[in-house]
């Protein structure tokens, strides 16, 4: 059975930080692309970053270069997004989803992935 969980949010302030895990397993690890996205009150799902397997790169929307980094531990099938410099903008809930993906570089196309898992609030206050 293929397994996401999301954790590590919470409440922090303007400026601040927090690392979200996401924990797998069920499937290939090195074999799948794990994106994070995030959906705030109201708006739609958007995505925020990926990491690709087997090519190990990395892919940042706009609105989070330089302040989000995304990393992977293989040994212990996990993805974290490490996040810096939090807005209020920022305050959504986070999950992760895995793609099958055997490329290099990953894209949040939300439609590719094929397993998600429950979210992780992700709340910044001004």
């Known amino acids: 059975e293929v397994q996401l969980q999301a954790s590590g949010g919470g409440l922090v302030q303007a400026g601040g930080s927090l690392r979200l895990s996401c924990a797998t397993s069920g499937f290939t690890f090195g074999d799948y692309a794990i994106g994070w996205f995030r959906q705030a009150p109201g708006k739609e799902r958007e995505g925020v970053s990926c990491?690709?397997?087997?090519?190990?790169?990395?892919y940042y929307e706009d609105f989070v270069k330089g302040r989000f980094t995304i990393s992977r531990d293989d040994a212990k099938k996990a993805v974290y997004l490490q996040m810096s410099s939090l807005k209020p903008e920022d305050t959504a809930v986070y999950y992760c989803?895995?793609?099958?993906?055997?490329?290099?570089?990953?894209?949040?196309?939300?439609?590719?992935?094929?397993?998600w898992g429950l979210g992780t609030q992700v709340t910044v206050s001004s």
């Open positions: 989803a895995a793609e099958e993906f055997l490329g290099i570089t990953c894209a949040t196309v939300a439609r590719r992935y094929e397993y």
């Open positions: 990491i690709s397997g087997r090519g190990r790169n990395s």
